[in-house]
């Protein structure tokens, strides 16, 4: 995914069958077969769940755009989906959802690419051996101890200097800036690893510091493999549901202030899974579709960037 | 649920012959709420009465008043008053355990009692700032439960009497999280089950009563709803010494009483 790499050549996958190599047995050529096969199957799970899930989630959920209409789905104001008549209204979830994640990025991916930045340029050996073992160690936390420290423990301070409860935008923010700093910050030095060493050194030796070095060569040239980057952590930001779950308040409206109670599409289907039954059930799968489209819209983009921005380089 | 309710159907139909198998068997329907009790008092039960097998199911209040209505068990459980065409079946009524939900405020706030419209008017967001119930002027903070929450339910039916809930509030999946939450937060309020209220909150009284397991026990405390085991007749036989024994101390204080619930305490 990253440009500017010379693509290390792979043996071709038809090898086995060339007829420039002998197999020595058949018990050995039936070992390759059968290896094969048995990674064709393993990649085939993979594709088989995904579209299952699809298939699943779309069957269940599609009724709800016939019955309330997508416009109306997407942009309703009002979810009430025990009030009588009940009312199907997402849009102040996705406004959740968009804006929790935006404001986690602002704050988040900074934060991320100057981790990766020191981590691949600055630090030394014995510094590095520390630092990133600490940041994928942070990619291993459960979301949920993520949750529970910020019900526990961010949240009360925010209360006290906000005269709130401290639920809301701004502690889902804070949680969410440091549950994306792994993701972001492992692809970033990636993607700044591969930039080749030639390069670096071709900068140093006009002269140029470390930091021109840095935000003039080596950014510049790893841009591609950053916007990924954070565009993953987008990703990582608008599916996290449990610590996310336990810091907003999970009130099914537009919040009032940065310490409003406000919901988003994923915690709202946790809230209402447990008792939902027939068109509010269908309208949280309903809402599954929606997350899948904005998880493909996500993936596309990222191929849409490689494209666009990889190809000139 | 659906082989439970067959092995009941089946045991009531057989059980008038004498001897329809090895064990006895008493069947009891209804609330989900008093399902664990209920569940629990058989377990212990069954192992105190060799031979007796008691069926316990949770298919919600209505369905089991129906139930025992019709004949189809033997005890019908239910966490609401009966209404209507109910009176006339001739069912008598055995109360077991209360819940009562207190309405809880941070312990800095110096409002100590609300009337039930007040607490109506607060949670259904007509009344936005303490000092419109006599406290200082700051803004109220209404910490709500997820709808599924069977206290959220208790508290619609009992203070809100159908009134909605302000949208706006924040929804907390769990007792523990609105006790942490209104215990941090100066202007906010929630409501737990009393069991559940520690010095980290205040319980606030309601029409000038608190909630104890005493004013809960009287009925002045009106926050409250009891929990009932329902009988065609007075409870007779099996049935008898089943209520008996979830009357009797053991289940009163060690079930009932950690399962978060008020005991009834008529330890008969």
Known sequence: ?313 | MAVVLCASLLATALSGCATSGPSQRLTVTGSTTILPIAELSAEMFDAAHPGVKVLVSGVGSSAGIESVTSGSSDIGTSSRELKGDELKAGLVDSAIAYDAIAVIVNPDNPVKDLSTAQVRGIFTGKIRDWSEVGGPSMPILLVNRDAASGTREAFDKIVLKGATFDPTAAVLPGTGQVRAVVAQAKGSVGYISLGFVTDQVKAVSIDGVAPSPSTVKDGTYPVRRTLHFFTRGQPKGLARQYVDYVLSQVIQKDVIGKAGFTPIGSGK
């Open chain 1, 1 to 313: 995914m990253t440009p500017g790499n010379v693509p290390i050549p792979r043996p071709a996958p038809h090898i086995a069958e060339s007829p420039n190599i002998k197999l020595t047995s058949r018990s050995t050529y039936l070992k390759e077969r059968f290896l094969r096969y048995l990674f064709a199957a393993a990649a085939l799970v993979a594709v088989l769940g995904v579209l299952l899930i699809f298939f699943f989630v779309g069957i269940r959920g599609w009724p709800i755009f016939q019955k309330v209409g997508v416009w109306d789905f997407l942009t309703g104001m009002v979810w009430a989906p025990t009030a009588t008549p009940p009312q199907y209204g997402i849009f102040p979830m996705l406004f959740g959802s968009f804006v929790v994640m935006a404001g986690a990025l602002v704050l988040g991916a900074p934060l991320a690419i100057g981790t990766a930045i020191f981590l691949s340029e600055i630090a030394s050996p014995k510094v590095r051996s520390v630092v990133r073992p600490a940041v994928e160690l942070l990619a291993g936390v459960p979301s949920v101890v993520f949750g529970f420290f910020g019900l526990l423990v961010l949240r009360p301070f925010l209360a006290a200097g906000s005269g709130t409860l401290g639920l809301g935008l701004m502690a889902g923010w804070l949680i969410l800036a440091i549950m994306v700093v792994p993701t972001i910050a492992t692809l970033t030095e990636d993607a700044l690893d591969s930039v080749s060493g030639g390069v670096r050194e071709a900068s140093y030796a006009m002269g140029a510091t470390t930091w021109q070095t840095i935000y003039k060569v080596l950014v510049p040239s790893a841009r591609v493999g950053i916007i990924d980057a954070i565009i993953l952590g987008m990703g990582r930001a608008i599916g996290e549901t449990m610590a996310v779950l336990m810091v907003i308040g999970n009130a099914p409206v537009i919040p009032k202030g940065l310490f409003a109670p406000f919901s988003t599409i994923t915690t709202q289907i946790v809230i209402d899974m447990s008792y939902a039954t027939g068109d509010h059930r269908t309208a949280l799968f309903g809402m599954a579709i929606v997350l899948f489209a904005i998880s493909m819209l996500f993936v596309a983009a990222v191929r849409l960037v490689s494209r666009l921005f990889g190809a000139e380089d």
